[in-house]
């Protein structure tokens, strides 16, 4: 049974940084893409970052140029490091491994809350 569990979510002042981690477990973590998506109260859920197993990431424009996403598939953990946090970014970040074949399923993670304050 596959398991993704975030962590590293928090408060923070406008302009600072957090870094979001999500462990994988039951799945062969390298062969599928992840990605950290978002979603603030009243919106849609929304794509943040994602990253493929050969580690070719992709980006919200919103997000260009202050979050990185990374990959450690030896320790089967995506990484989400988000710098010139903005009130905006506030949401529950949610991990997310895409299925690895057409028959497999998508898996999500339960959220972990990010709140950044003016």
């Known amino acids: 049974q596959v398991q993704l569990v975030e962590s590293g979510g928090g408060l923070v002042q406008a302009g600072g940084s957090l870094r979001l981690s999500c462990a994988a477990s039951g799945s062969i973590f390298s062969i599928n893409t992840m990605g950290w998506y978002r979603q603030a109260p009243g919106k849609e859920r929304e794509l943040v970052a994602n990253?493929?197993?050969?580690?070719?990431?992709a980006y919200a424009d919103s997000v260009k140029g202050r979050f990185t996403i990374s990959r450690d598939n030896a320790e089967s953990t995506v990484y989400l490091q988000m710098n010139s946090l903005k009130p905006e970014d506030t949401a529950v970040y949610f991990c997310?491994?895409?299925?690895?074949?057409?028959?497999?399923?998508?898996?999500w993670g339960q959220g972990t809350q990010v709140t950044v304050s003016s």
């Open positions: 990253i493929t197993p050969g580690r070719i990431s």
């Open positions: 997310k491994q895409y299925r690895s074949t057409l028959y497999a399923n998508d898996y």
